[in-house]
């Protein structure tokens, strides 16, 4: 009778604890203390330009005034913050600034997407060049030029495109001055400025695509529009996405620069938004309290809208900033 052989047993396994977050990050410090130093000038940097300053929210729940100082003025809670939403003049302010950022998202946003993909199916490497840093080039001038220069070209006195309009037995348009048109000068001005930038942030992302998907596409028998449908705009989604949730960060900022530089008291009616009403109540009138309420509210609302967005962009859509 064969002597059965009974199996080792198993050595025993000492079961670590897990160790919690700030365990492993104080690990990783000292793995990598260098990487970590490098973190430091930057953190002070943030944390002395961005979070400092946040103690001048505290203007808005004051009577602030510049001679006193922040410590010495006296509180008064809600009060401009109830002068906010009952003022007539910030309801039409919050509507111009949601009608214009509206228009810039609906026309604008799908403008450089359109162009990048246009460009990417452009086989002369030359011309391509040519045309990018052409429309690009607008992005790096200020404001105050570009202002400058579509005051010249839409003019009444001598502009080019009132010349045409009069060579073509049309009436001339004062654009600077007609509220039915000011808006439409304001997105074609942000457009011409800001959408050859935007464009090369989509040819970019065109580089994140596999070629060999479009040589596969091809031995499929797949033409242009189905390797544009199936492979392209699924690459460059999550740059779209993450456009998309800065952009609705930004819907209350509604070009502020832009519009102090091309505006004027005949069209404030359209025109007038919640960055230009901060500055004429703040510098112009001295409400420092008032104008900082203003701008806290601002800040909340733009908040809340990066939440939402991103929220719903990882419930339909499995993407997000976070």
Do not use: C
């Amino acid at each position: 009778m064969k002597p059965t052989i009974e199996p080792s047993p198993a050595p025993h396994r000492e079961i670590k604890p897990k160790r919690g977050y700030w365990g492993r990050l104080g690990t990783d410090i000292w793995k990598e203390w260098d990487l970590y130093l490098l973190l430091v000038p930057g953190i002070l940097f943030i944390l002395l330009f961005k979070y400092t300053p946040m103690y001048g929210i505290t203007i808005a729940f004051k009577d602030f005034n510049i001679f006193t100082g922040f410590a010495d003025s006296p509180w008064v809670g809600w009060k401009h913050f109830e002068k906010l939403f009952t003022s007539p003049d910030f309801a039409q302010v919050f509507k111009n600034t949601v009608i214009i950022s509206f228009l810039k998202i609906v026309i604008l946003f799908p403008l450089p997407i359109m162009i990048a993909l246009m460009l990417n199916e452009l086989r002369n490497m030359v011309f391509k060049r040519t045309v990018q840093t052409v429309i690009y080039l607008p992005h790096f001038l200020s404001w105050v030029i570009v202002g400058g220069l579509f005051i010249d070209l839409l003019s009444t006195n001598g502009g080019i495109v009132n010349k045409l309009l009069v060579s073509l037995g049309m009436e001339q348009i004062a654009f600077f001055l007609d509220n039915s048109v000011f808006r439409g000068v304001l997105i074609t001005s942000a457009g011409w400025k800001e959408t050859g930038w935007s464009t090369i942030v989509y040819l970019a992302a065109f580089t994140m695509i596999d070629p060999m998907l479009y040589e596969a596409a091809k031995i499929d028998g797949a033409g242009r529009w189905k390797q544009l449908w199936h492979i392209t705009l699924p690459g460059i989604a999550p740059i779209i996405v993450l456009m998309f949730i800065l952009r609705l960060g930004n819907v209350l900022e509604a070009g502020t620069e832009q519009i102090l530089v091309m505006y004027n008291p005949v069209v404030y009616q359209v025109s007038d938004v919640i960055g230009t009403y901060v500055y004429r109540q703040g510098l112009g009138n001295q409400d420092y309290s008032f104008s900082t309420a203003v701008g806290l509210f601002e800040a909340i609302i733009s908040f809340t809208l990066v939440i939402i967005g991103n929220s719903m962009s990882r419930k339909y859509l499995q993407r997000g900033i976070w």
